[in-house]
């Protein structure tokens, strides 16, 4: 049985618990999850015994490739997706069928219910979420391929630093670099953020020249096929000040706390607190005021949430991201930002960039 077959039926297992004959599954990412299929426009129809993956003909050859082994059910063009789901459910036989509450919408729902008037639609949430919270094999190999490709795309993008860069054309250009390494792109809009505009976790890329400031943040992280990753660096643009030397040993004492206290059994928000309270002891609790971390795969944000609310355990197999931060207004800020495989003693840091002060500098004012 391979990787996909082996997930489907874990997730055919919960069918009896649910009092289900079936599930609709209609996340774009689910069907992936599942199937290999990397198209779009396409549902899955999961039971005990089956699995039918409703598309259409722009995916015939690609369905062919990249998951043969699975029945399809090819819709007609005069025929929507829901459409061609509700049908197929009625055709066989199925009476109660789960979707996912999380994806469908209302007017999706209420199309279903009525195509489908013989099946009786069960909510269900997070069904396909809770298995990938666990990677397997194959998902940390993909993760480290974009983790490889995002580092590799940085080394480039520093070694051709200059002074006169501006953050857009640096966002843009950490984009290309990505690709031309060999991944599908960025995972997410990439975050370049030079002085009092590092300030701003999300800063979005504006014409200003890194050089005119002394810090450079760099946020940003690379897709392979389907897995993705994230990290964040800081870097000197010019002599490395008192200031950006205090709040950058604040925040990797923060970051490497936090990484001792992970391993199997602790509770995220216990690993949260441990970096809130290394930056709070040195004086800048006011100033981290997001979440020490999230787990990554398919999604750049995806379960479990390091954060002082969150009532994850953490278990081996999961790969978050640790990512304290300071941010001071007027001046700018300083986040670190690795991903990491937590293991039964641990956890394994699978982001290999260097982050001490010392490998920070890249060019100093004239």
Partial sequence: ???????????????????????????????????????????????????????????????????????????????TVTQAAADAVTKLGYRSVGF????????????????????????????????RIIKDDTELAAIREAIDFAERAFTVFRTLLRPDDREKDLADALESYVRRVGGQGTSFPS???????????????????????????????????FYK?????????????????????????????ALGKIRAGVKAHDVDAEARGAIAEAGFG??????????????????????PESD???????????????????WGGVRIEDDVLVTAEGCEILTHLPKRLDSIQVFASP
């Fill in 312 to 330: 994850f355990v953490l278990q081996a197999g999961m790969v978050m991201t640790v990512e304290p931060g300071v941010y001071l207004p007027g």
């Fill in 191 to 225: 975050i370049v953020a030079a002085g009092e505009r590092a300030a701003l976790p999300h800063a979005p890329p504006t014409d200003r020249a890194v050089g005119s400031a002394d810090v450079l943040l760099v946020d940003w992280g690379a897709s392979g096929r």
């Fill in 100 to 131: 996912e509450a999380m994806h469908v919408t209302v007017g999706e729902f209420a199309q279903l219910q009525s195509l489908a008037k013989t099946v009786s639609w069960k909510p269900v949430k997070d069904c396909v979420e809770r298995l």
């Fill in 1 to 79: 049985m391979d990787t996909f077959a082996q997930r489907r039926q874990k997730l055919a297992n919960i069918l009896q618990a649910e009092a289900l004959d079936a599930l609709l599954l209609t996340n774009p990412l689910s069907v992936s999850y599942l199937t290999n299929f990397s198209g779009e426009s396409s549902y899955l129809i999961l039971a005990h015994d089956r699995a039918l993956l409703v598309s259409d003909f722009r995916f015939i050859e690609q369905l062919a490739e990249e998951c043969p082994e699975l029945p399809t059910h090819i819709r007609p063009p005069a025929q």
């Fill in 229 to 257: 990753s994230d990290l964040t660096r800081v870097l000197a643009t010019r002599r490395i000040s008192p200031k950006l030397e205090e709040v950058h040993t604040v925040v990797l004492r923060a970051q490497e706390r």
């Fill in 286 to 307: 006011d100033f981290f005021g997001h979440g020490l971390g999230h787990g990554i795969g398919l999604q750049i944000h995806e379960a479990p949430f390091m954060r």
